[in-house]
């Protein structure tokens, strides 16, 4: 920048409009710990599900009691290795048959020896490892790079625990898909804001006006943030030492958020405790997809008589459909406010005046910024049998035959 630029004051939310500034977006959001999955997702050995790492396709998978995660695109010619969202099986690319072993190892190479001069081995094809690791039933993931060492505990700080405690599950929870025409971060921060209830949800959140300032908290988690319902000035620290002791039982409604794009909800209905567990997946500059999944809170009862018992469980059966339409209107209507923003994201240009209940977007953009400002991610390591001028080593592909 020369010494009189004038500030570049659009730059914040230059991805939320323009295709490049998204790409390089999602590129450096690839080496942050994201939510990929749930592991009830991947019950059995060989079960997969694809999902999306920092804008790139990746599967994630289970040999045994391991799971690991690679970058869908076959080291071959680049093809989607899982074209469907989940199943079960042996990586085996459909277009020529490579198969892959749970390294991501090209092991199985039709005519190797014959069309490539060498042993699959010797050409040593490998996919793009996902790092992985998991907090309850949340799978994780990340790419490598060198400069990225935390592990996952020590990303998610104190968040490691109330993930632990709330997600926690072994069957399946209910999911629901929403896909709304704005970007990720308009709906993210949507959900930082407690002032735009009466505005945009008059008939549920915003029936009985503006959020009373005194009756809630907010708290800082590192690079994530929570919304307690209450007056508490250290409800966190409790909840916390509760987790960690396993004491923790629900108490409020309260709201979790953790860099980049997940949501926890913790909500009473009908005298019982629900988590709605959501992921704002970014799709493009102007498109997302809302994940939600939505499952009874893991503690046990405290009611345990047989009647309680059999309302629990008429509740866990009839519930979703209710709470469905609940939550697809609410997200609904801030997906529709966000949809109107996104109609002149281009037009941003200076930085928004944040208040007291918008304050936890503030936080989420600091750590944003910091994850915009790593180093970029290094390209992914040649076959050993390949030469890093490209080309392989039974036909060449130069600059003359490209
Ligand atoms: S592209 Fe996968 S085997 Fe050829
Ligand atoms: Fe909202």
Not at 44 to 54: E, I, K, M, Y
Not at 111 to 136: K, N, S, W, Y
Not at 194 to 214: N, R, S, W
Not at 305 to 325: D, G, H, I, Q
Request: glycine share 8%; hydrophobic share 40%; charged share 20%.
């Amino acid at each position: 920048m020369t010494k009189n630029a004038a500030p570049d004051r659009a730059a914040w939310a230059r991805a939320m409009s323009d295709p490049a500034a998204f790409a390089h977006e999602q590129a450096q959001l690839g080496q942050v710990w994201t939510l990929l999955g749930l592991t009830t997702d991947i019950p059995n050995d060989n079960d997969w599900f694809r999902a999306t790492l920092g804008g790139r396709s990746v599967f994630v998978q289970r040999f045994g009691d391991m799971i690991k995660g690679f970058e869908n695109v076959c080291r071959h010619r680049f093809f989607p290795l899982r074209t469907r969202d989940r199943g079960n099986g042996v990586i085996r690319c459909g277009y020529h048959h490579w198969q892959y072993n749970k390294d991501g190892l090209a092991v199985g190479i039709p005519h190797c020896q014959e069309l490539f001069g060498m042993t699959p081995r010797e050409l040593g094809a490998r996919l793009t490892p996902v790092e992985i690791a998991t907090c309850g039933m949340a799978i994780f993931g990340r790419f490598a790079a060198p400069h990225a060492t935390e592990t996952l505990e020590q990303y998610l700080g104190d968040g490691y625990l109330i993930i632990q405690a709330l997600c926690n599950r072994t069957t399946p929870p209910h999911r629901l898909t929403i896909k709304a025409k704005a970007n990720w971060r308009a709906l993210f921060h949507i959900g930082l804001d407690d002032y735009h209830l009466v505005a945009v949800h008059p008939k549920t959140f915003g029936k009985d006006g503006y959020l009373k300032q005194d009756t809630v908290r907010y708290f800082r988690l590192g690079r994530h943030s929570a919304y307690f319902n209450g007056t508490e000035n250290d409800a966190i620290v409790s909840m916390i030492a509760q987790c960690r002791d396993g004491t923790y039982r629900p108490y409020g409604y309260r709201i979790f958020q953790f860099f980049p794009n997940v949501s926890i909800v913790q909500l009473r209905a009908l005298k019982s405790w629900y988590i709605l567990l959501m992921q704002y997946i970014a799709v493009a500059p102007d498109r997302t997809e809302v994940r939600i999944w939505f499952y009874p809170a893991p503690f046990p009862a405290t009611d345990k008589s047989w009647l309680a018992s059999l309302v629990r469980r008429y509740l866990e059966f009839w519930m979703p459909p209710f709470l469905w339409a609940y939550v697809r209107r609410v997200i609904r209507e801030d997906a529709s406010a966000c949809e109107q923003g996104q109609t002149v994201a281009h037009q941003i240009d200076g930085l928004p005046i944040l208040g007291r209940q918008e304050e936890r977007i503030a936080w989420f953009e600091e750590t944003y910024a910091e994850a915009m400002q790593a180093p970029p991610l290094p390209p992914p390591p040649m076959a050993s049998g390949v030469s890093d001028s490209g080309g392989h080593v039974a036909v060449a592909f130069t600059k003359d035959n490209k």
